[in-house]
Every structure is written in structure tokens, then in C-alpha cells.
């Protein structure tokens, strides 16, 4: 490595730790405020804390005001719901699309893929309509059917992209020893698939947990708000308790950041393999 190279490979590392860093610091900062007292936040926003504490931490755990626990539940039910759908049905219609040849295969592709380029909050009025008129709104399932319909779109382009660079011979062999189209499709592709439907687990499930427009308009019944809505509660008029909400907010992140760091090998492994196949 010459002098240049060197030089550039420096610089390069320089940049990349400054990008790491300005990601790790918004938590730091965050961790660092939720184990302050009110007043000491107030006096100094950005200052080490001087006598952490974790009375905010039980306050909004121990509070049923807050109902914090409760939304966790909600999110969670939600998500995991959400995203087992938009993965089963993604699966299954982006196979028959790559595998399946039939009139209006590419048709009802594009159809599909329509649903990526509309904006979601366009829908907020139609869908609070609809809703309200089939009396679909302030239940537990309410959020799981738009966060489905939304949702498929993108694990079904991904899907079928993906199934399309698995060999057609695996299927064929299959074939002849007897399988039909269902057991080759869930017994010999979706495990070769897995590592795109983590992939889109994850991508989802980020989704659904935070999202928040349609938590807001379908969502009355406090007993029925998610996370991003119980977080507004730490916000008042003329006040608003800071290190109250930077400790909410960390607990309610725990469970989808601990999902990553779990699958963060299957997801490198998802999105590799479509940078290379696809």
C-alpha cells in the first residue's frame, strides 16, 4: 500500500467513525437524560449526569396513568401479527408470481407493485371512512389490516425477485420424487428463502411498531394505544417532563432494537444475497 492509498484509507476511516458516532451519541444522549432528575435536565441538557437515578424508569413502568405496559402489549400483538401475514402471504404470492406463468402474471405484478409508489398518509381519510363505516376501527385487530395491505407490496417484489434466482432444478427434482406444488413451495423454497423473509420480518417490523398515523385516526380506546401513541402522554401543553420520555422511549425501543441485533446476521445474509442473485 503506497503512501496515497494509505493517506485515503485514513481519511475513509475518519468519516465512517464520525457516521458511527453520530449515530451512538442520540442514544448515549438519550440514556444519559432518562437517568437525570428533572431539574438537573433542565439546568444542563447535554451535561454527563451527576447523580443518575432510576426513579424515571419505575415511574413510568409503575404508573397505570401511563399505560405503558399495556401499549407494549398492543404493539407487540400488532406487530408480530402484522408481520407474520405480510411474510406468509408475501411468500406465497411472490413464489406463484416468479414460478406460476399464467395471463396477467406481469398484469397483476404491477398491481402489486403500484402499492409501493402510493403514499400511505394519502389513504388516512379513505381508510378512516371505510373503516368507521364497517365499524372496523377501535379494535385489537383494527391496525394488523392496513399495516398487511401496505406491507405486502415490498415483501412480495422481494420474494419474487429472490425466488427467481433459485434454480428451477431443485423444483423439478421434487417433481419426481413425488412432491406437490405445496410441499415443494413451503418444504423445499421457503427454507432456501429465509434469509430474504427475515429480511422483511425485520424491515416490517420496524414498521408496525413505530408506526403512528393510523394508530392516531383508527385508535380511540386508550386501553387499545400502541407505543408511539402512549408516548404523547408524556408531552403536555405547557410542560413537558423530559427525562420521563427519554426513559419511556428506551424501553419501548428495547424489544425491536434486541430483535435486531438478533437477526442482524440474517438480515446481512438477506440483503447480500439479493445485492448478489438478484
Known sequence: MGPAQGVLAVVLNAILILFSI?????LFWMLNSAL?????????IIGIVKSPTLDNFINILSNANYHLGQSIWNSARTTIL????????????????????????????????TGMLIPQHSLLVPIYVVFKKFGLSNHW?????????FGLPIAI?????????????????AAIDGCGFSKTMFSIIMPICRPIMVTVAIIQ???????????????????????PLALTQFTGQFNSDYPKIMAAMLVTMAPIVILYF?????????MVAGAVKG
Open 262 to 270: 438478533v437477526f442482524s446476521k440474517e438480515i446481512i445474509k438477506g
Open 141 to 149: 385487530f383494527t391496525l394488523v389490516i392496513p399495516y398487511v395491505a
Open 157 to 173: 417484489f422481494l420474494v419474487e425477485g429472490f425466488v427467481k434466482t433459485v434454480p428451477t432444478e431443485l423444483e423439478q427434482a
Open 205 to 227: 417490523s420496524f414498521g408496525c411498531w413505530n408506526e403512528f398515523s393510523f394508530a392516531l385516526i383508527l385508535i380511540k380506546n386508550q386501553a387499545l394505544q400502541t407505543v
Open 36 to 44: 437525570k432528575q428533572k431539574r438537573e435536565f433542565n439546568a444542563d
Open 82 to 113: 402484522s408481520v407474520f401475514f405480510i411474510v406468509l402471504f408475501g411468500f406465497i404470492v411472490g413464489y406463484i408470481l416468479a414460478r406460476v406463468k399464467f395471463k396477467g402474471n406481469r398484469l397483476l405484478f404491477g398491481v402489486f407493485l
Open 22 to 26: 453520530s449515530c451512538i451519541f442520540p
